[in-house]
């Protein structure tokens, strides 16, 4: 197995970004963890990735989008950090009380996957959060992605109780998994 970093993407790699987004949504798994189809993805023009690759780059506010780079250069995982602000309304119609981080769009690609790289994208992504400000950072994982689930609950992610309901009677729904800031005396 090849070593890795975790670093933040560039704008200038708005292809390998667009290259890691339809590798996910390929997984057995897209369905439940991702709310976008490959069609769809696929079907987007070069500018869409070019402007989401720009905006989750360095310094770019309140997005940032962290892969683990193998030392071949090969993007083995991914998440990306949306900092949401407090009085809002969020992607599933709830109000955002204060000021937090949702995580989405984590990914890491099947032969990598047990070795911890989820777990160090997932801290890039938290102490990233954490420097930006937010009082708490959460995620949505599907009430069958039983594998993310675990994965969130290893690296310190408890649910929260809140049930995100999926479609009109699909009878299906997320869970809202939450990571508390830490206090100042723990820090």
Not at 18 to 43: C, G, N
Not at 94 to 107: M, T
Not at 126 to 146: D, F, M, Q, T, Y
Not at 148 to 175: C, D, H, M, N, W
């Amino acid at each position: 197995m090849y070593t890795y970093v975790v670093r933040v993407v560039r704008a200038e790699e708005w292809a390998l970004v667009k290259d890691l987004r339809l590798l996910a949504l390929r997984d057995p798994v897209a369905p439940l963890a991702f709310l976008e189809t490959y069609e769809a993805a696929a079907a987007r023009p070069d500018s869409f990735w070019q402007e989401r690759a720009a905006g989750a780059a360095e310094g770019s506010a309140g997005v940032r989008q962290f892969v683990a780079e193998a030392e071949d250069g090969q993007w083995a995982g991914t998440v990306t950090v949306l900092v949401e602000e407090a009085g809002t309304v969020d992607w599933a119609g709830f109000p955002v009380e204060r000021r937090q981080a949702h995580l989405v769009g984590v990914y890491v690609r099947d032969e990598w996957r047990g070795g911890g790289m989820t777990r160090a994208l997932l801290d890039a992504a938290v102490e990233w959060s954490w420097k930006s400000g937010v009082e708490r950072v959460r995620l949505i994982v599907h009430e069958k992605n039983a594998r993310a689930q675990g994965a969130y609950r290893k690296a310190g992610f408890i649910p929260s109780g809140r049930t995100v309901p999926l479609g009109q009677g699909a009878g299906e729904a997320e869970y809202e998994f939450v990571l508390e800031r830490p206090e100042a005396s723990d820090r």
